[in-house]
């Protein structure tokens, strides 16, 4: 866990540095994306619906790849377009759909929300 101090240093950097860049924010088509954080943010309680549906069982697999897919490509956020994201997404069900329930299984138990530090670092170790 960050200690108070260390905390307080990284905000003080980020509110200082941060606003002071005022680098713009393209889309995939070069338009300007006007207050891209605040966006963001918005964006962040949409996809937890998503999330929450897939996590809940409300979905499945394949409902929430595409969920997922069709939201950032209307919402170009954060990049999760290229090979990295999406695709490596559409790869890995592609490629398991012998053992979809096994790769369901895997991503539940890796993309919930951590109940605390420790379990947070189990996630990250059992990847």
């Given amino acids: 866990m960050i200690n108070e ?3 307080k240093q990284i905000i003080t950097i980020w509110n200082n540095n941060y606003p002071k860049s005022n ?4 889309g995939t088509k070069g338009n300007v994306i006007d207050n891209i954080d605040v966006e963001r943010l918005k964006a962040i309680e949409e996809i937890k619906a998503i999330l929450f549906s897939f996590l809940n069982g409300n979905m499945n697999i394949y409902e929430f ?10 919402n170009n956020l954060w990049g999760f377009t290229a090979t990295k994201g999406q695709m490596f ?3 890995l069900t592609t490629s398991n759909e012998q053992s979809i329930d096994k ?3 895997l991503l539940n138990e890796t993309i919930s929300e951590p109940n605390d530090l420790k ?3 189990n996630k990250i170790e059992y990847i």
């Fill in 5 to 7: 101090i260390i905390q």
């Fill in 23 to 26: 680098k713009l924010s393209l």
């Fill in 65 to 74: 790849k595409t969920s997922i897919d069709s939201y950032n490509k209307r």
């Fill in 89 to 91: 997404f559409n790869q």
């Fill in 103 to 105: 790769l369901t299984s």
């Fill in 119 to 121: 379990d947070a670092l």
